[in-house]
């Protein structure tokens, strides 16, 4: 499976972007998809995965209630809408996909748990 990432940019605080990952050679309706982010210096941590049926979605605690992940099957993209975005969003934002293991409505937070990963977005967000 390759994913390519885009959407990424250079916004002011409060603002918003939203991601888009397109998955070739795999479908997102078979796969879970999740969103990672790593800032300069720092471990890539979890920002919000959705199940392979789509169902579930979880996200990180510094996230909820600003971003959302969706997907379009049709499309074979999963996106990230980034409301309200802070100085700390700033980030390379990493979409990821791996077949699931068990029941559709799994997801999961840990970046070891991807076995396909995209090559990055860079969101930078001015205060």
């Known amino acids: 499976v390759q994913l390519q990432a885009s959407g990424g940019g250079l916004v002011q605080a409060g603002g918003s972007l939203r991601l888009s990952c397109v998955a070739s050679?795999?479908?997102?309706?078979?796969?879970?998809m999740g969103w990672f982010r790593q800032a300069p210096g720092k471990e890539r941590t979890f920002v919000a995965a959705?199940?392979?049926?789509?169902?579930?979605?979880g996200y990180a605690d510094s996230v909820k209630a600003r971003f959302t992940i969706s997907r379009d099957s049709a499309k074979n993209t999963v996106y990230l809408q980034m409301n309200s975005l802070k100085p700390e969003d700033t980030a390379v934002y990493y979409c990821?996909?791996?077949?699931?293991?068990?029941?559709?409505?799994?997801?999961?937070?840990?970046?070891?748990?991807?076995?396909?990963w995209g090559q990055g977005t860079q969101v930078t967000v001015s205060s």
């Open positions: 990821a996909a791996v077949r699931p293991r068990g029941y559709g409505s799994r997801w999961y937070s840990s970046p070891g748990e991807y076995d396909y």
């Open positions: 050679g795999g479908t997102v309706s078979s796969s879970v």
């Open positions: 959705i199940s392979s049926n789509g169902r579930s979605t």
